[in-house]
């Protein structure tokens, strides 16, 4: 696959250059100016070409293609994204592996692989922009984190220096993440930790989880408020404040989860983009948000 098959322009976002430079005898210090980082984090690309895992609970019926999602970054001013493996597409990540590729540098990745992955598959996916593993343990029995099995792929992702996404209701995730934190590895929890609809921040789960951003090795995705019941955004507006205070800016992650599987009919990448901005209504403190995964993600 190629960046002319995709539509895509492919483009590096290259870090801001220091440059000693001689002034009458003196040397003064020059910044390259660089545009201000604005990173989506939590997104997919598909289409109904690619192979289908066995045993998924969902597949759509409709292609979002990565020249798609590149528009919607373009759009709506975001400099870099990262692509989630979808549950659907199960260990098979070649199709976002070339999308990675076929971006030179602007986008990153984040792969379901099989527990028994050879250390040589996950180096190549490290060398193509991957950052870390997905756990979508929504409808799944929790693994146990103790076995050899786990033990051993842990170590390697911890290794190379990736994290463990996880897709969890917030009390699983209270109980399940610690144990991930015990094995030296960073945890990503998804979508606002998702607290049971009805209690939202009132959760004992939520109130655990906010424990967490105590360790500084914990971020959470201040994304898909529509995944957290009718009335998510509101429940959005009362939790980011909690989770600001606990995390601090630099652990929340925003992302657009485009294209919003199962919510396509209400939601879009810029309705999503818009929301932010009621959600985070300080400027200064959004565009810290929008940067904050840099870091983590290695851009």
């Known amino acids: 696959m190629t960046s002319r098959e995709h539509g895509v322009t492919r483009r590096g976002f290259a870090a801001g250059l220091i440059g000693a430079v001689a002034v009458g005898g003196l040397e003064s210090r020059v910044r390259a100016e660089v545009p201000q980082s604005a990173i989506d984090t939590h997104a997919h690309v598909f289409h109904r070409a690619l192979k289908l895992a066995p045993g998924r609970r969902y597949a759509p019926d409709y292609d979002a293609p990565l020249d798609l999602y590149l528009q919607q970054l373009d759009q709506n001013g975001i400099t870099n994204g990262v692509l989630v493996q979808p549950s659907f597409l199960g260990t098979d990540n070649s199709y976002l592996v070339e999308c990675l590729k076929a971006t030179n540098g602007r986008l990153r990745g984040i792969v379901v692989v099989d527990l028994a ?36 792929l842990l170590a390697q992702i ?32 998804d979508h606002f930790a998702l607290p049971d609809p009805k209690l939202g921040i009132d959760d004992p789960g939520f109130q655990s989880v906010l424990k967490l951003g105590a ?3 914990v971020w959470v995705k201040i994304s ?20 600001r205070t606990a995390y601090g ?42 940067a904050s995964p840099r870091e983590l993600f290695r851009f």
């Open 249 to 290: 800016v630099d652990r929340l992650l925003w992302g657009s989860d485009w294209p919003h599987t199962q919510f396509e009919a209400t939601q879009s990448y810029a309705k999503n983009r818009k929301f932010l901005d009621e959600l985070v209504t300080d400027a200064d403190e959004r565009a810290r948000v929008l």
């Open 158 to 189: 911890r290794t190379l220096d990736w994290q463990v996404e996880i897709q969890r209701n917030a009390s699983d995730l209270a109980m399940f993440a610690p144990g991930l934190l015990d094995q030296g590895v960073k945890v990503v929890l």
């Open 215 to 217: 360790t500084r090795n």
């Open 117 to 152: 992955v050879a250390a040589d598959e996950l180096r190549a996916l490290d060398r193509a922009g991957v950052a870390g593993i997905r756990l979508n343990l929504v409808g799944q029995p929790l693994p146990d984190l103790t076995s050899s099995e786990w033990t051993a």
């Open 224 to 243: 898909a408020p529509y995944r957290n019941g009718a009335a998510g955004e509101a429940f959005a507006k009362q939790a980011y404040p909690l989770l």
